[in-house]
């Protein structure tokens, strides 16, 4: 048996671009698919992740590592922090279609109370965001504070 969640994820990440810290808070969407076999969590935006593991936990961390690392091949490849936050954009608005599909569905299901999880349920129609911030200088005196939060789910309906 399959049954499909709408999820919104928030990852907060610190990357070098050129010598700058930069964060990066990202609210994505992701559909996680439950197979007898496993779990999915295929990317809705960004459309070009998907991981696989064998329960909801794995899988989540494969899909956050696999985020994390594009967004650090982003920044080495940036020649500037604009540039660096014109590529992410463009990285979380890359939408996988079929996936968004599947995703509208599955919140109407969870609107109408067919799909349960012990998630906080937000509005389906909130649209992906990110935003990257320079934090300050690479070896700066600064005192910066990097807050190493758990990635945050909740369901979309």
Same mark, same amino acid.
């Given at each position: 048996?399959?049954?499909?969640?709408?999820?919104?994820?928030?990852?907060?990440?610190?990357?070098?671009?050129?010598g700058s810290?930069?964060?990066?808070?990202?609210?994505?969407?992701?559909?996680?698919?439950?197979?007898d076999?496993?779990?999915?969590?295929?990317?809705?935006?960004?459309g070009?992740?998907a991981q %696989?593991?064998?329960?909801?936990?794995?899988a989540?961390?494969?899909?956050?590592?696999?985020y994390t690392?594009?967004?650090v091949?982003?920044a080495n490849?940036?020649?500037?922090?604009?540039?660096?936050?014109r590529?992410?954009?463009r990285f979380?608005?890359?939408?996988?279609?079929?996936n968004?599909?599947?995703?509208i569905?599955? %919140?109407?299901q969870?609107?109408?109370?067919k799909?349960?999880?012990n998630?906080p349920?937000?509005?389906?129609?909130?649209?992906p %965001?990110?935003?990257?911030?320079?934090?300050?200088?690479?070896?700066?005196r600064?005192?910066?504070?990097?807050?190493?939060q758990?990635?945050?789910?909740a369901?979309?309906?």
């Amino acid at each position: 048996m399959t049954t499909t969640y709408p999820l919104f994820f928030t990852f907060t990440d610190t990357v070098t671009v050129r010598g700058s810290l930069v964060e990066v808070a990202t609210r994505g969407r992701v559909l996680a698919v439950q197979e007898d076999e496993g779990w999915w969590f295929y990317g809705v935006n960004p459309g070009d992740v998907a991981q %696989s593991g064998s329960n909801s936990t794995e899988a989540l961390a494969a899909f956050r590592k696999a985020y994390t690392e594009i967004l650090v091949a982003l920044a080495n490849k940036a020649t500037t922090t604009a540039a660096f936050r014109r590529s992410t954009k463009r990285f979380l608005d890359a939408t996988n279609e079929p996936n968004l599909k599947d995703w509208i569905e599955a %919140s109407k299901q969870v609107r109408a109370g067919k799909v349960k999880a012990n998630l906080p349920i937000e509005n389906a129609d909130i649209p992906p %965001s990110i935003k990257v911030t320079v934090l300050g200088a690479k070896g700066s005196r600064q005192p910066l504070t990097f807050d190493k939060q758990q990635p945050q789910l909740a369901k979309a309906a």
